[in-house]
């Protein structure tokens, strides 16, 4: 599975994007994924995950409801809608696939990763 990441920016506070990951490879719809972000000068983190249906989520504290991870197969494309955007959602944010269809929320379970979008919201 290869995948794009795309839809990041510069945003206000309050504010909102929708990042999109495009995959390629016969496997997405049996892949669950993750979103994942890295700030400056800190470690990557789990930001939120769906099974391989779409029908299970799972989200980091600091982004549950603010943010949305959902996925049309038919499009091999996972998206992440966020809201209500804060300084601290700063960050470059990387799609990632497992081989398997249940989520994990800890990136050493996802074997396959997009190259990050910048995100970055003004105060």
């Known amino acids: 599975v290869q995948l794009q990441a795309s839809g990041g920016g510069l945003v206000q506070a309050g504010g909102s994007l929708r990042l999109s990951c495009a995959a390629s490879?016969?496997?997405?719809?049996?892949?669950?994924m993750g979103w994942f972000r890295q700030a400056p000068g800190k470690e990557r983190e789990f930001v939120a995950a769906i099974d391989w249906s779409g029908t299970s989520t799972s989200y980091a504290d600091s982004v549950k409801g603010r943010f949305t991870i959902s996925r049309d197969n038919a499009k091999s494309t996972l998206y992440l809608q966020m809201n209500s955007l804060k300084a601290e959602d700063t960050a470059v944010y990387y799609c990632a696939a497992r081989r398997f269809g249940s989520y994990y929320r800890t990136e050493n379970e996802y074997e396959y990763w997009g190259q990050g979008t910048q995100v970055t919201v003004s105060s």
């Open positions: 490879g016969r496997t997405f719809s049996r892949s669950a």
